[in-house]
């Protein structure tokens, strides 16, 4: 089986497993107080050019969200989340069993706006509800969709006004990154955030996540919240060592670059067959509209991911790439599928 189930399926890229091995016997200190991990940050300040902000490496994008959503808000406060924010749709509630709600808004493309966040704000008006303080955003969203950078820039103002603070999700920024969509710089985030995190674990690292902290104010404390959630790793340079290589030259964009390019050839592949999409994605995540018939045939072959019946006949389909998805076997998936497809019109 050939899959585009997720963009996680295999290890890490060979540059990192490389590090990792060529440093594996040496002796350095735990906890993230190793020269790896201090020399990783240095390199990731000096990429998204913000010196005096304050960064921490967490194992997994979940743990990252409830880390830093959880060590923000204060006990009566909540978060603002679209619908379709990882997390409210694949984090098993985890905001709230830390006894924060998370307020839903239906976004059609998956971003939040302005009036979007003014509709939650307009509905809690005083103590008998709790006080909305964060808006929770990611780039790419989890429909794939992107935010320009006049969008984020107008939402930011916005929380800034309102006494609310943003964080943005980018468990899969190097796609967003490296999108033909994208007007967004790495180094545009810190001006447009007061908190976001950087993806490894579907940006080429075995495993990981880089919370980058703006908003100095919120930071405090932070390094006690992951020691009592468990997430402070003891052999810390793991995730030192990781990042260290994806920063130190260009390989993190590049990732970004060739998982795009293969979801590209796939996003033709059916456009050229006559199919539509549930979104418009320019990322690494393509949600074709599909008969189920032609679903069945080729999931014989290729693994994916079904997202929900779009009518009876037919279904939007999930379909990711990464940095390890091989071209012949997208070549060879678009060559299987338009035989198949021809069979059915």
Not at 6 to 32: C, F, I, K, M, W
Not at 213 to 222: H, L, P, S, T
Request: aromatic share 12%; hydrophobic share 35%.
């Amino acid at each position: 089986m050939i899959s585009f189930k997720n963009d996680y399926s295999e290890g890490a890229h060979p540059q990192v497993l490389e590090t990792l091995l060529r440093t594996n016997l040496e002796q350095t200190d735990g906890y993230g107080e190793d020269p790896y991990t201090l020399e990783a940050y240095e390199l990731i300040k000096e990429k998204i050019q913000c010196k005096d902000c304050n960064i921490r490496f967490i194992v997994g994008g979940t743990q990252t969200n409830l880390l830093v959503i959880s060590q923000i808000l204060r006990p009566y406060q909540s978060v603002i989340s679209a619908e379709t924010g990882h997390i409210n749709s694949h984090e098993t509630g985890a905001i709230e069993a830390t006894g924060h709600k998370v307020e839903l808004i239906s976004a059609p493309e998956g971003k939040l706006t302005p009036q979007l966040v003014e509709k939650v704000l307009s509905l809690h008006t005083d103590a008998h509800n709790v006080e909305p303080k964060m808006v929770y955003i990611s780039n790419p969203t989890e429909i794939g969709t992107l935010y320009k950078k006049a969008e984020l820039e107008a939402l930011y103002k916005y929380c800034k006004e309102h006494g609310l603070y943003l964080f943005m999700d980018g468990a899969r920024l190097a796609s967003a990154l490296a999108s033909e969509y994208n007007d967004i710089k790495l180094s545009d985030y810190p001006k447009l955030t007061d908190v976001f995190y950087i993806g490894g674990t579907k940006c080429g690292a075995l495993f990981g996540e880089v919370a980058v902290f703006i908003n100095k104010e919120i930071f405090e404390g932070f390094q006690y919240a992951i020691k009592q959630r468990g997430a402070l790793l003891a052999k810390g340079r793991l995730l030192g060592l990781q990042f260290g290589e994806l920063f130190r030259d260009n390989l993190y964009f590049e990732i970004g670059e060739h998982s795009n390019k293969m979801a590209n050839l796939l996003k033709k592949c059916f456009s050229d067959n006559g199919f539509s999409f549930a979104t418009d994605s320019y990322s690494n995540q393509q949600f074709p509209i599909l008969p189920n018939k032609i679903v069945e045939e080729f999931g014989k072959k290729y693994k994916y991911t079904f997202i929900e019946k779009y009518d009876e006949d037919n279904s939007v389909i999930r379909f990711v790439t990464s940095w390890a998805t091989k071209e012949e076997n997208v070549l060879e998936f678009i060559k299987d599928f338009t035989e198949i497809a021809k069979k059915y019109k």
